[in-house]
C-alpha cells in the first residue's frame, strides 16, 4: 500500500511539472540545484578539519617524539613549514598540549640549559665551560627564533678563557645566523634588536662585538654598527628628513605658483657620529678665605749688611724663595708683605698669606646622532607660472622654511625655467580617458544589473501568471468534472432504476412462464441483474477513488475536446 501512495505521489509531482511552462520548470531546475549545491557545501564545511600550530620551531628529533606521541593516541596532524611545524584539529589543541607537557615534550634536550642537567661529579672543568657554552648558545637560539619572521637562527659564541697569571683579556664575540621566510626580510630594527640580545646576554661582550648574517649570505650587522647604527637606518633616516624638509617647502610653494608648479629637491649631509664636549671654567668666589696666616720679622743692629744682601734680608723667607732657593707656588693663595732697612742695618718685615676658594663648573654634552652638517636646497619653478613672482621674496621664504645656515655652508637655489608639459598632458589625457573608461564601464554594470533585475522581475511575472492561469483553469476543469460527475451520478442512478425494472419485469415474466407466481409477487425473487453489479461497482468506486476517476473523465473530456 505504501508503494502504491509513493507511486502515485511520483506521477502526481511528474504530470504537474509537465504541465507546467517553460519558465516555470526552469526556476523549479534551477531551485533544485540551488539547493543541491547548498547542501553539498554545507556538508562539506562541517566535515572539513580544521586544524591549528600544536607547537613550532621544533627541533627533529622533538618533532619526530611528539608524532610517534600522536600517531600511538591515534590523533590526526600535519606538518608544515619543513617539519618544524607539527598542528592538530583545533578542537583538541589545548588537551593535546597539556598531554604532551604531561609527557614532557618538547623536551629540547640538544639545546639551552637543560645540557646542564646531564653534567655529573666527575665532569672536568673544561667540558662544563663547553656544556655552559653551548647551553648559553641554544638559549639565545631559542630566544631569537621567537621574533616574528625568523624562521630559524644559529649562534656561536667565542668566549676566551680566563687566565689569572695574563693581564691581557679578550673580550667575547658572537656570530648568529638567521633565516627567514620566503618572501619575508629582517627590518633594521630587528636586527638591532638581535645584535642587544645576543650582547646582553653574554658577560662582559659588547654590541659592536656581534656580527649578524642571513641565510642568503647578506651580512645585517657587522663591528661598529650598533652603536651608530646600521647604513640601512642612517640612510633611511636621511632619506626620511629630506622628504620632510622638501614636503613643508613644497606645499609653501603650491600656495605661490600653483600646484605642480615647483620642484624641490633637498640633499643633507646628517652626522650620525657620537660626540662629548667637556667644559671647565673658573670663576672667583666672594667667600671667605679658607685660611689666613701672617709673619711679621724685625732685625735691629749696626752696619749696613743687611741693606747689601741680595736677597733683600738676612733672616726669612723673600722675593719668593726659600733658603734652598726653591720657587714657592700656590694656586688657591694670595701673598702681601712689606719690608724695610735702614741705614743702620735695622730690618722689619710683614707678611700675609689667605688661601682663597675657587669656584670650577665642569659641563659635559654629548650631541645627539643626526644633526645636519650641510644642507643643499634646490627650487626650480615653473616659468609660465612663476613670470609675475619675486624669486627674491620666495628665496627668502625658502631659506627660512628650510632653516638654512649659511656658516655651516648650506646652499640654496632658485630658478625659473619652463617646464616639459607633454609628459604632464599625455598623464592629464590617460587620466581622462581613464575615468570615461571608467563611467562606462560602471555605466555598464549598471546596466547588467539592472537588466538581471529586470529578468528576475520578468520571471517571476511570468512564474505568477502562468501561476494565476493554471490555478484558473484547474478551478474550471474541477468545476467541470464536478458537474460531470453529477451527471454520471444521474445518469448511473437512471440506468440502475431502468435496470432494475428491467430486471423486474424480466423476472415476473420468467415466473409467469414457470408458474412462480410466489416470485411474480414477491418481484425481487431472482438473482440480481449482472448490469446492476457493475452499475453498483462503478458507483463505489466513485466514492472510494475520486481522484482517479476525476482523472479518467479529465481524460474523456480531453479527448472528447480533440
Known amino acids: 500500500m505504501n508503494q502504491d501512495r509513493i ?50 620551531n621544533l627541533a627533529a628529533k622533538d618533532a619526530s617524539s611528539i608524532v610517534d606521541k600522536l600517531t600511538a593516541q591515534g590523533v590526526a596532524y600535519q606538518l608544515a613549514d619543513g617539519g618544524t611545524t607539527v598542528e592538530v584539529p583545533a578542537d583538541q589543541l589545548y588537551s593535546l598540549r597539556l598531554t604532551m607537557a604531561a609527557a614532557g615534550l618538547p623536551a629540547s634536550e640538544d639545546t639551552g640549559y637543560s645540557l646542564l642537567d646531564q653534567q655529573g661529579v666527575t665532569t672536568s672543568e673544561f667540558m662544563q665551560q663547553v656544556t655552559y657554552q653551548r647551553a648559553l648558545e641554544g638559549e639565545l637560539t631559542k630566544t631569537i627564533k621567537s621574533i616574528d619572521g625568523v624562521t630559524g637562527a644559529s649562534v656561536h659564541l667565542a668566549i676566551p678563557t680566563k687566565d689569572v697569571f695574563s693581564d691581557d683579556t679578550s673580550k667575547p664575540t658572537a656570530s648568529v645566523m638567521v633565516s ?6 629582517l627590518s633594521a630594527e630587528q636586527v638591532q634588536t638581535i645584535v642587544h640580545l645576543v650582547a646582553s646576554g653574554v658577560e662582559g661582550m659588547d654590541p659592536n662585538d656581534v656580527t649578524v648574517a642571513g641565510s642568503d649570505g647578506t651580512v645585517l650587522a657587522t663591528a661598529g654598527q650598533a652603536a651608530s647604527g646600521s647604513t640601512s637606518t642612517q640612510q633611511q633616516e636621511t632619506a626620511a628628513y629630506e622628504a620632510r624638509v622638501s614636503s613643508s617647502l613644497q606645499s609653501l610653494l603650491s600656495q605661490v605658483v600653483g600646484a605642480n608648479h615647483a620642484v624641490v629637491k633637498v640633499t643633507a649631509d646628517l652626522d650620525f657620529d657620537t660626540a662629548t664636549t667637556k667644559t671647565q671654567t673658573y670663576t672667583k668666589s666672594d667667600a671667605p678665605a679658607l685660611s689666613e696666616s701672617t709673619t711679621s720679622e724685625k732685625y735691629s743692629g ?45 730690618y722689619s718685615q710683614d707678611k700675609a698669606v689667605r688661601d682663597n676658594a675657587v669656584n670650577s663648573v665642569i659641563e659635559t654634552r654629548q650631541n645627539a646622532p643626526g644633526q645636519v652638517r650641510k644642507l643643499g636646497v634646490a ?76 529578468a528576475v522581475l520578468l520571471l517571476l511575472l511570468i512564474t505568477w501568471l502562468a501561476t ?3 490555478r484558473k483553469r484547474a478551478r474550471v476543469l474541477q468545476a467541470a468534472e464536478m458537474q460531470r460527475l453529477d451527471e454520471i451520478k444521474i445518469e448511473l442512478e437512471r440506468t440502475r432504476a431502468a435496470a432494475l425494472e428491467n430486471a423486474e419485469e424480466k423476472a415476473r415474466l420468467e415466473a409467469a412462464a414457470s408458474g412462480d407466481l410466489a416470485a411474480i409477487g414477491a418481484g425481487t425473487g431472482g438473482d440480481p441483474n449482472p448490469q446492476e453489479r457493475k452499475l453498483k461497482e462503478i458507483e463505489a468506486l466513485v466514492d472510494e477513488q475520486p481522484d482517479e476517476v476525476a482523472r479518467l473523465l479529465r481524460g474523456w473530456l480531453a479527448t472528447k475536446g480533440a
Open 379 to 454: 627650487v626650480l619653478l615653473d616659468k609660465t607660472t612663476a613670470a609675475n613672482a619675486d624669486l627674491a621674496q620666495i628665496k627668502e621664504l625658502a631659506a627660512s622654511a628650510v632653516g638654512l645656515n649659511t656658516t655651516r655652508g648650506d646652499t640654496l637655489a632658485v630658478s625659473a625655467m619652463a617646464f616639459d608639459q607633454t609628459a604632464a598632458n599625455a598623464n592629464a589625457q590617460a587620466l581622462a580617458d581613464q575615468q570615461v573608461t571608467d563611467q562606462k564601464s560602471e555605466q555598464f554594470t549598471m546596466i547588467k544589473q539592472a537588466a538581471a533585475a529586470g
Open 180 to 185: 627567514t621566510g620566503a618572501g619575508k626580510k
Open 7 to 56: 507511486m502515485a505521489l511520483v506521477r502526481r509531482i511528474g504530470n504537474g511539472f509537465k504541465a507546467f511552462t517553460v519558465g516555470q520548470k526552469i526556476v523549479v531546475v534551477g531551485g533544485v540545484l540551488v539547493v543541491a549545491i547548498g547542501i553539498w557545501v554545507y556538508m562539506t564545511f562541517v566535515n572539513t578539519t580544521n586544524y591549528s600550530p600544536l607547537f613550532t
Open 468 to 470: 494565476r492561469g493554471r
Open 302 to 346: 749696626t752696619g749696613a749688611g743687611a741693606a747689601g744682601s741680595s736677597n733683600g734680608g738676612v733672616l726669612g723667607q723673600t722675593n719668593g724663595t726659600d733658603g734652598n732657593g726653591s720657587t714657592l707656588t700656590n694656586d688657591t693663595s694670595s701673598t702681601s708683605g712689606t719690608s724695610s732697612t735702614d741705614s743702620n742695618g735695622s
